[in-house]
């Protein structure tokens, strides 16, 4: 009897089991980004944008705008366009742009021309050739102009085709019209064209006190280096400074130097009538901020700053002003003064008598302007979207209705409370009309796998565009949860992300990997789809482990002093939170706490490699990926804001690096990097394994050759099929 | 009645045992030459020079002659030295030298002086100081005269102290003083001495065309780049040239310059009354040789060669003339012309009518004065050593008895036959009294640990001074033996050594390791203790693993046909051969097939890695430490020496390179790397690993940041754990 019915728990066992591995199995190639089936298992997209008020849908083959109750319309085919053209130019229609809201117009952009076609006559209006080796490309609508970099130099090129070289020295040494202070700051570019397309802003930087870091090609015949300035931490840095060309005049002029004060040019900001340029300036400390106004048709600088802004750790510039479509003397600022990033409406006329007073974010500002702070409440601002110029709102997208959800709202400029715009939950992006009454919204949450809306910016009423499917729907797919536990300061919420693996039985005991960044300006966990998941975590759980992944204090979206709280001392207070991550783990019955091992990339790298040298009995298997290890080799604009210099913070540098923690390792430590790494640059991996063999301890090591700081394409999936099996190698 | 005598079978095995576990086991500090207590485990040693004709032994405190029947008597102690000396300079007697036969003069080399000192009366004879910074330093006996290099230059310091700088523009590109075509054929250094000390001919090599590869410093505060001039196969090579100072007249010639014959000047070998300088000239190609006299006092070439060699494959001179004490009309010259390397006596004087004729070793020879081939047979001269000048025969180490034992021996000049003067077994070194009647002899057997004796070289009568006992006696030993296999050619013998499991049990199957190293200039196998066994192959035979080692053909001291059967397609025939291992291998009950392990280093990692990717289902495991993976990348001298260039043999490179064969990994594989290697240069193992995960393979990579080809010291203790690791990790 009683083998009887074991037998028949076994079948039923077995049926069950049939049941679930009918479902499929993914692949790294299903979950990698780089992988060649990951786009089949991606939820529909929309490509769409704005032609004036009009939503289009943009496709391989033709542009529809959207019409009412979610109709379409066809403007024109991709064969419409090569038509105009009389050759075969266009390949797909995902690319094109709408520059003129009026004019049934649509920019189509090739790699050497950017060519403007009247859609409705079917003919070309306008095109300009892109010179050949042309870098950094950018074109003003308004006066059809192109400002380019042949290498390090600065080219104009009129509507017309007439081409001005604007310098002429430019090197290796000294680099124009490209982005400065290695893309910190907000900055990513080096050519601002003033709106008019009139005047063009454009950096100057001069590296040639910074040492190159000895990078080697090894795909020469004989290997040999090439140039990668890289300015370490307390080491000479790079000198910014800014010109201003003027089309009408031909002639470039210099903003004003102010040196020492102007270490940092940042968020260069044209006027509306182009005849100021604003800039914010920082010192090489990072804890006076300063934004200027500057003539730009003589470089003059204004006798005193608008804002100025001073915190005891560090002040981080990082958006441009947003002047008011309908008043040139108001814009938006964004600033964490008051620990949340927030939008304040600056009055740029109307003078106040600047004082210094303390502000909520623990540091103190100094306006010379009126400043309105328009965003109450503690919640980030993500993105500032732009104005509804009718109803005069800005319109933002953050996390008012819970840290982990990144929504879309409006609030007056003049001050009214804001309103929410979207759904109350998910993470959306948006793009906004000409005159911001509508926008696109695209959304996914645990929930929803993606959903695109046309929203009314005025009322919030939304038509619905496209709700996709779930493209997992035939998979067998491990359950994603999301939660918060208390930091180690016992006060704070921390969020986490917590997958099971496949096929979960509550009754065993499953080998648990701890994913970890941990650093400033990322998050790992928000209420997108699948709490914000990564593949490779879904393709562990697949294979039978938990994933764990806790955003600690100094990660995003969470405030200043949350961020701050790391300052001078990066690592600490981050392997405190993450160790509250394995106390939780800890209390979970089917987490085998022998069985823990932890796997993060770049300050994740630096996170993984510290916890299983600090906690050596805890992690028995890390995979620690183009790690930071010390903090001296680290860049002068980012490390100086969290550690300040070496020579100012000598306790702090020694107590971060990781050298002499080689010598704590005991379980299994593989170490990955690009063999090109400019980031993180090799000579931190490599100092760390030469302490380890001095230290008598036996991390493994693999790079990546002619790989930077992260891989991609089929190297990503390379590079994960690699983790993985050192985790299978090791953990299980 | 069975369960009884089961249980007195697991009793007696437990005692057994414990009788074997009684015996102590080795760490790898115990092994490796660069372990802590790997002294302690040696067979005895006897540090040993002569005077004139008495042999002293040099002890750290004292320096005693050893007198009839094994005797001691104190000559000096190093506070003997030091009291002469006024200060305590001398640590230790080991060092000390007897350049004057007839005096009682001793010489001390100190790091900045070089000091005689009359041993009878204690008291200094001379002393020279050693400028800072120099290198290469070469002193003359005679004269007293030093020669050496600060940096790139070089200069001469007389015994009366003057200082002459003889060069000036030595730097980077334009090197003089040092040794030359990267220490091949030979060449070990760059100043050489005329007997008397009156001339200096020194090396100027021009190194300007060749590329520095980018070798990496990661100890400087930002990593930096140094100069490492490096020739690969088939590009830019260097200019070398000969230059001859003349202390009386202070002047400098250069040797008579015959380009483009002379791409290769080796062996500069002085006659013996210092007026003529004679150089082993060798084409780009290796495949003519010319012996050239020059004048030394003009640099006038001799207008013809005294010798010329040509062979379809290479021509290799590697040693210098010999002349004769009592004829300096005639000379020792070694050749491998007729196959085996042999000793020739050159008439210098005595002319002959040149003729180009087929030799043994499957070249050409054209001889211009008389030769005579002194050594016969199928053995290799491994050493000559020198004359007896009374007797009138030369005397030399050579395999003579057996391929595996390389024995003392001498022969008469005038070409009567050979005489065996030591054990007729085992592999011996030996140092020659100053007329060459007497010798020290020192070897070791697979049953002699280590032997020192005294040998008459005359009648071959010996007194043994010493008889090391076994150091393991007391350790729990691997058996070792030795034996032959047939080549994949059918015919030639190739010589193995097989280490079994230390407390083997036949009836197990044991996880099986091949060594190999399978390129020219080296072997594995040979009858000295444990047939030449290394370190790391007990501390695996402790580990439970069998270890096999095969010198195929390509390897060392079986003649020169042997050699050259790899010629132009480096791997081919040495992989063969390493298959006829594995045959073997798998004949052997107690090895198992299914888990057979590969590891080599340098020549041999480029043989393990092509042996993983060649024959993927035969070897499970492989390491491969500093590998060539691509001969393109190998230098210039011995690159071309054995597979031409890439323009000559395209397809020799093409199919030797492992690239392509990345793909065919199957197995695990770790590359291992000096990552300042300046012999086989990162960019082989980078270029493997970059066309694995191209092909989407998955070798393991580590590097020892600092160190080059080899690591020693701490690191190779390091190094063979990490190595040991990965076999058990992967092969048990």
């Known amino acids: 009897m009683k083998r009887i019915s074991i037998l028949a728990a076994m079948v039923m066992a077995a049926t069950t089991m049939m049941a679930q591995t009918a479902k499929k199995s993914f692949t790294l190639d299903d979950l990698m980004p780089g992988g060649s089936t990951y786009w089949n298992l991606q939820p529909q997209y929309m490509f769409s944008t704005w032609w004036g008020e009009k939503a289009v849908e943009l496709t391989m083959d033709d542009v529809k705008e959207i019409t009412k109750g979610n109709g379409r319309k066809v403007l024109f085919t991709s064969d419409d366009l090569n038509a105009a053209l009389g050759e075969q130019q266009v390949r797909t229609c995902t690319q094109v742009a709408f520059p003129y809201a009026e004019q049934p117009i649509v920019k189509v952009q090739t790699p050497k021309e950017i060519i403007l076609i009247d859609f409705v006559k079917k003919e070309v209006v306008w095109r300009g050739a892109i010179q050949e080796g042309a870098s950094e490309l950018v074109w003003n609508e308004q006066s059809r102009n192109m400002a380019y970099c042949i290498g390090s130099n600065v080219f104009v090129q009129l509507a017309d085709g007439t081409r001005i070289q604007l310098t002429k020295d430019g090197n290796d040494d000294v680099v124009y019209g490209h982005s400065v202070s290695r893309d910190e700051f907000g ?5 601002f064209w003033s709106p008019d397309g ?32 890289y300015p370490m931490a307390g080491e000479e840095s790079e000198d910014v400074s800014v010109a201003v060309f003027d089309v009408q005049t031909q002639k470039t002029v210099w903003l004003q130097n102010s040196k020492p004060m102007t270490d940092y040019m940042t968020n260069l900001s044209w006027a509306p009538d182009g005849q100021k340029l604003y800039v914010f300036e920082l010192n090489r400390d990072q804890d006076f901020m ?191 949860t999301s939660g918060s536990i208390k930091a180690a300061d016992g006060v704070t919420d921390l969020y986490y992300r917590l997958i099971k693996p496949v096929d979960f039985d509550p009754t065993k005991k499953y080998p648990t990997v701890v994913y970890v960044y941990g650093g400033p300006h990322a998050h790992n966990i928000q209420a997108s789809r699948g709490y914000y998941f990564r593949g490779w975590e879904i393709y562990m759980a697949q294979k039978g482990y938990v994933i764990f992944v806790l955003d600690n204090r100094g990660s995003q979206y969470r405030g200043q002093k949350f961020e701050q709280v790391t300052f001078r001392h990066l690592g600490d207070e981050e392997m405190k939170d993450q160790m509250c991550g394995v106390e939780f783990l800890k209390s979970l019955p089917y987490v085998d706490a022998d069985r823990l091992g932890v796997h993060g990339w770049s300050f994740g790298g630096f996170m993984t490699t510290n916890l299983m040298c600090t906690y050596p009995d805890v992690f028995k298997v890390g995979v620690a990926g183009g790690p930071v290890i010390d903090w001296r080799y680290y860049e002068v604009m980012y490390g100086e804001r969290y550690m300040d210099t070496p020579q100012q913070n000598p306790e702090g540098y020694t107590s971060s690096c990781l050298l002499p923690k080689a010598k704590n390792l005991k379980g299994r430590l593989q170490i990955i990097l690009g063999y090109n790494d400019p980031t993180c640059v090799p000579q931190h991996s490599f100092s760390f394994i030469r302490a380890s063999i001095d230290a008598g301890t036996q991390p493994d090591l693999f790079l990546y050759p002619g790989d930077g700081h992260n891989m991609f394409g089929t190297d990503q999936v390379h590079l994960h099929e690699r983790i993985t099996r050192y985790f299978e190698d090791y953990l299980k």
Chains 1, 2 share one sequence.
């Open 187 to 191: 900055i990513s570019n080096g050519l």
């Open 198 to 229: 009139q005047r063009l802003a454009f950096y100057k930087k001069d590296q040639s006190r910074i040492p190159s870091y000895p990078q080697v090609d090894i795909t020469k015949r004989i290997a040999a280096t090439y140039v990668d300035k």
């Open 290 to 480: 300063q934004l200027f106004g500057y003539d730009a048709a003589t470089g003059v600088k204004d006798s005193e700053p608008l804002i100025e802004e001073k915190h005891p750790k560090y002040v981080e510039p990082l958006h441009t002003l947003a002047f008011l479509p309908w008043d040139g003397s108001k814009a938006i600022m964004q600033s964490s003064r008051d620990n949340w990033n927030h939008l304040y409406l600056l009055d740029l006329k109307k003078k106040t008598y600047p004082e210094w007073r303390e502000v909520a974010g623990g540091g103190t500002a100094c306006d010379h302007v009126s400043v309105r702070l328009l965003t109450t409440g503690d919640f980030t601002v993500r993105e500032f979207l732009g104005f509804n110029q009718k109803e005069k709102t800005a319109l933002f997208i953050g996390n008012v209705t819970h840290p982990l959800h990144h929504t879309l709202h409006s609030v007056k400029v003049n001050g009214e409370k804001c309103q929410l715009l979207s759904a109350g939950e998910g993470v959306h992006t948006a793009i906004l009309s000409a005159s911001g009454a509508q926008l696109i919204d695209t959304y996914s949450s645990p929930t929803v796998a993606r959903q695109v809306n046309l929203i009314d910016t005025k009322t919030g009423k939304s038509v619905n565009l496209l709700t996709a499917e779930d493209p997992w729907k035939d998979y067998n797919v491990p359950e994603i």
